[in-house]
């Protein structure tokens, strides 16, 4: 008699191990739905034109509002067809300024203004952690963009509708 498992059932063995694994490390993220005061948040968001085809999304954050402390703010531009699909373009490392605001920089492409989304995460809401699922909030860069000779362009740091609601 043979005690070992064939091949296949090996194989089939640790794929169910590593698929079963791999779930537990995905993030599960929820959305924070519309808010009249965008949850506290006082920030504001600048673009301008850089170099060759690329902007510079410039995020100010005054105060973290009710979703204090905000673990992390990254950019993500939505796909033109697929509006629930995003890449993400990265992390938003915001730096303390003398003031003690925290600023944050990236560039990105041009023609992906309009579909840029800036992603405020957070574990802590209206003071309460929440201990399985982080919450996010999104804060879309078009309503940030004016109309301006460069196509999709324009510095919106003297809009008011740049700044959070105070």
Not at 53 to 70: I, N, W
Request: charged share 25%; proline share 5%.
């Amino acid at each position: 008699m043979c005690n070992r498992f064939p091949r296949l059932a090996t194989g089939l063995l640790a794929f169910a191990v590593v698929a079963l694994l791999s779930g537990k490390a995905w993030a599960v993220y929820y959305p924070l739905g519309p808010s009249n005061d965008d949850w506290g948040l006082k920030y504001s968001v600048a673009v301008e034109d850089a170099e060759s085809g690329m902007v510079t999304v410039t995020f100010t954050l005054e105060s973290d509002g009710r979703l204090k402390p905000v673990h992390s703010i990254s950019m993500q531009v939505r796909d033109k067809q697929n509006s629930s699909s995003a890449t993400v373009k990265g992390r938003l490392e915001l730096k303390p300024t003398a003031d003690g605001k925290r600023v944050g920089r990236m560039k990105i492409r041009k023609d992906e203004a309009d579909r840029a989304v800036l992603q405020v995460l957070t574990q802590t809401f209206d003071g309460r952690f929440q201990a399985a699922p982080a919450r996010y909030y999104d804060i879309p860069l078009a309503k940030h963009l004016e109309k301006s000779a460069s196509p999709g362009v324009a510095s919106s740091q003297s809009s008011p509708t740049a700044k959070g609601k105070k």
